[in-house]
């Protein structure tokens, strides 16, 4: 601990293996400016290639370059990481260190910080096996960022005792309801009364982007727009894009789908939109459906993971994982009914308001306390 203007600041490390600003990297960033008002000094520690540096910065935080892939991509062995973050550790000398994913948690687990808390935060929901249970085991406590994560890894072995569901948040300054200004539909060319529906998500098997594909149809009231970057270079991965694109021209569907890159303008884009689609397979609480509801945006999504702890049972269409037919249906009820899309719209906007950063920090910074207090 350090003194600043008298204050007492306690020093904590953030583990992040991205430098993108994927969910779990902006589920962080939007809880460091409370971390610092609650009197921690955080730093945290992540790739030198990418956004999270200069975002982190902006918080008032610091960062740390601690790359863990080699020049290839690829990670580097776990032992190897494993020394170099308890080096990293002795040097910042910080009074917690939280693993921001799964696998920097599985990283933190062994490694020895005599006097230093350990946490680690699950954002995924997918089968581990004894090995990683049983370093994930011997952290401190571990946050699970919704029920379906906490029960899922519980039943594979996980200590239900230290391990606490805490949500995200998405910044309501940022995501809210608010008119259209039709600047995505003059970018794409479209008309102004040609209705967007979009599915915003890496491109991956797990998010059941053919689905949504197969369930559009093109009846000419609406626009498909297919919005992410694919990260993996596994040859599955690079196939189930191509894939996705040969659903698209089988279907005759090239002038009402449009595939877009990752963008920065989420928040403005989600007001352009009529429906968010969100087909995956596996969604331990998807960000982009915490931000389409608090922006008030009518949503279809499949039954998956945490999805109805975000929506309850009426505030979004949600649907059979892999169920095109209902899918479809969904899709379709929703572009020609306004009333209901407004009404879906406004009950997920109130069930944002369980889901906001302050809320989110509130908790951890709680469980930071909670865990001092016994070390």
């Known amino acids: 601990m350090t003194k600043d203007n008298g204050a007492v600041m306690r020093s904590i490390l953030y583990l992040c293996e991205y430098g993108?600003?994927?969910?779990?990297?902006?589920?962080?960033?939007?809880i460091l400016p409370h971390v610092i008002a609650a009197g921690w000094r955080p730093t945290v520690l992540g790739p030198s290639e990418g956004n999270l540096a200069a975002a982190v910065q902006a918080t008032g935080a610091s960062f740390a370059v601690w790359d863990v892939t080699d020049a290839e991509g690829r990670k580097r062995p776990l032992e190897q990481l494993r020394a170099e973050l308890q080096q990293l550790i002795e040097r910042h000398r910080p009074a917690m260190v939280h693993a921001n994913s799964l696998s920097m948690s599985r990283v933190l687990g062994p490694v020895e910080t005599p006097g230093v808390i350990k946490v680690g935060h699950l954002r995924d929901i997918i089968k581990l096996n004894r090995q990683v249970i049983t370093d994930l085991n011997q952290l401190d406590a571990r946050i699970a960022v919704s029920n379906a994560t906490r029960d899922f890894h519980v039943a594979q072995g996980l200590d239900e005792a230290t391990t606490h569901v805490i949500y995200n948040g998405v910044d309501p300054n940022k995501f809210f309801p608010g008119e259209p200004t039709g600047y995505l539909h003059r970018e794409l060319g479209l008309p102004l009364?040609?209705?967007l529906v979009a599915f915003i998500g890496q491109i991956g098997m797990r998010k059941g982007i053919e689905v949504a594909l197969r369930a559009f149809s093109d009846h000419g009231d609406a626009h498909l727009l297919v919005i992410g970057d694919r990260f993996s270079q596994k040859e599955e991965a690079v196939e189930y894009e191509a894939s996705l694109r040969e659903i698209v021209a089988a279907r005759n569907l090239a002038a009402a789908v449009t595939f877009l890159p990752f963008r920065t303008d989420m928040p403005e884009l989600l007001r352009e939109l009529t429906l968010l689609v969100h087909p995956a397979r596996q969604e331990p609480l998807g960000r982009v459906l915490l931000e389409a509801a608090a922006t008030g945006l009518a949503v279809v999504?499949?039954?998956?993971?945490?999805?109805?702890?975000?929506?309850?049972?009426d505030a979004a269409e949600i649907v059979s994982i892999d169920d095109v037919s209902a899918?479809?249906?969904?899709?379709?009820?929703?572009?020609?009914?306004?009333?209901?899309?407004?009404?879906?719209?406004?009950?997920s906007h109130q069930r944002s308001r369980l889901f906001t950063p302050t809320l989110s920090a509130l908790h951890i910074l709680a469980l930071y306390d909670e865990l001092l207090a016994r070390s």
């Open 20 to 30: 993108t600003l994927n969910g779990g990297e902006n589920s962080l960033l939007s």
């Open 193 to 195: 009364e040609k209705k």
């Open 301 to 313: 999504a499949t039954d998956a993971g945490g999805t109805r702890e975000i929506f309850g049972d």
């Open 327 to 347: 899918m479809a249906a969904a899709i379709d009820r929703l572009i020609f009914d306004p009333a209901y899309r407004s009404q879906l719209g406004g009950k």
